[in-house]
């Protein structure tokens, strides 16, 4: 290692070692440029996603016409609403995973920290939720309360924070043991100061490499949903939305789902490959630490 490696901070280390990982850098790359497309692409183009264009209903993609992914069965630019798909289903993946953090993070630090009685009991009300049919609790929220966008970044996130609370959990129990806690306590420092300023601060990796993980997860729950029509309605849509349209037309215009279907595939897999990427990274950083 070079002396500029030597004096690196720990992030600075795993950004290296991401940086060398080509394929999860590829990812980044494609990702970020998804989410701009996502965000001006419809800007850009002359058709919108509402408007219908009754001289090319159904048309196969051309570009002389201007429609380069061809129009659905209502006349609507596919290219345009399979971006705002895109943007719709990147929204909810995050959101939804965020609140999930928002959750199971703060409860699996405080089972881990606590320990003994709490421990326990809190960790038996996550084993008696793993039990339970999450998915179709999501789909009486959805017909009880109707589809509203934000209900959905709400009851998806509820449904995910169970995994990462048990992770949290497990690397708490071993943060707590350590040095800078003990000082901490012994400085006087309250529980949830430590849990504030000492714990959560070092889940930092751990939370990252799930964040990338629990999106596509996230998106696949949403296109699950939309896809049984229990998602995003009309006149917004979504990447789950424009497959299940498109799947109803795939004998005779298979456009309308190859399009948004390989987006959907594109945006997973690229997930997946920073998250793999990512847990490298840290695991390499993790191995180095305990060999020194």
């Not at 901070?9 to 996502?38: D, H, T």
């Not at 990147?90 to 630090?109: C, M």
């Not at 709400?154 to 609370?165: E, F, H, S, T, V």
């Not at 296109?223 to 498109?246: D, H, K, R, Y």
């Amino acid at each position: 290692m070079n002396s500029q490696g030597l004096f690196a901070s720990p992030r600075q280390q795993v950004w290296e070692r991401l940086k060398g990982n080509r394929a999860a850098m590829i990812a980044v790359a494609i990702i970020l440029f998804l989410v701009v497309s996502a965000i001006i692409g419809p800007w850009l183009s002359p058709f919108s996603a509402e408007v219908i264009d009754y001289e090319a209903i159904a048309s196969e993609p051309s570009f002389t016409s201007g429609h380069v992914f061809g129009t659905d069965s209502l006349g609507r630019d596919i290219f345009v609403r399979t971006l705002e798909g895109s943007r719709i289903s990147l929204a909810i993946g995050l959101v939804a995973t965020l609140v999930s953090l928002l959750i199971g993070v703060n409860y699996g630090a405080i089972a881990g920290y606590f320990g003994g009685r709490i421990d326990a009991v809190m960790m038996r009300i996550v084993d008696i939720l793993y039990a339970m049919p999450f998915m179709f609790f999501v789909i009486l929220l959805m017909v009880f309360f109707g589809r509203n966008i934000f209900l959905i970044f709400i009851a998806i996130g509820a449904i995910n924070w169970l995994d990462i609370a048990r992770i949290v959990r497990g690397q708490t129990l071993a943060i707590k043991q350590q040095a800078y806690v003990e000082a901490a306590r012994i400085y006087g420092a309250g529980h949830w100061k430590i849990i504030r300023k000492h714990i959560v601060p070092n889940l930092l990796g751990i939370v990252v490499v799930y964040i990338t993980l629990t999106i596509p997860q996230v998106i696949l729950v949403e296109s699950f949903l939309s896809f049984l029509g229990l998602g995003i309605q009309e006149p917004m849509t979504s990447l789950g939305a424009l497959v299940s349209e498109g799947a109803n037309e795939m004998e005779t215009h298979s456009w309308m789902l190859i399009f948004p279907a390989i987006f959907l595939a594109v945006i997973l897999f690229c997930f997946n490959f920073i998250g793999d990427g990512l847990r490298d990274a840290l695991d390499t950083k993790q191995t180095e630490k305990q060999a020194s």
